[in-house]
């Protein structure tokens, strides 16, 4: 059984930054990769930032690049992603994505999902 719990959203003036939390309960970190997807009102759900568990690689869509970061923390079981630079169009809701496997962080379908966090940034 795979759990994933989101926090750390909220709302934030353009320029500014935030960063979202994501604990993972599981019994196993073999092979586990976890991501950040975002779903604005009225657009489909996008790729956001991967992260390898086993050697902290990382992957980002070419839009948050250089903007945001993802990292984990091994001891706490959660990973982060850090968001400087926002702009409008980052508000959505965030969510937090797993899966086991030996392909690379490219791969984009995950099995397990958190409940999401809004994230707001005014302009």
């Known amino acids: 059984q795979v759990q994933l719990t989101e926090s750390g959203g909220g709302l934030v003036q353009a320029g500014g930054s935030l960063r979202v939390s994501c604990t993972i309960s599981?019994?196993?970190?073999?092979?586990?990769?976890m991501g950040w997807f975002r779903q604005a009102p009225g657009k489909e759900r996008e790729f956001v930032a991967a992260?390898?568990?086993?050697?902290?690689?990382?992957y980002y869509a070419d839009s948050v690049k250089g903007r945001f970061t993802i990292s984990k923390d091994n001891a706490k079981n959660t990973v982060y992603l850090q968001m400087n630079s926002l702009k409008p169009e980052d508000t959505a809701e965030y969510y937090c994505?797993?899966?086991?496997?030996?392909?690379?962080?490219?791969?984009?379908?995950?099995?397990?999902w958190g409940q999401g966090t809004q994230v707001t940034v005014s302009s």
């Open positions: 994505a797993a899966r086991f496997g030996l392909t690379g962080l490219t791969l984009k379908n995950y099995d397990y």
């Open positions: 992260i390898s568990w086993s050697d902290a690689g990382t």
């Open positions: 599981t019994r196993t970190f073999i092979w586990l990769k």
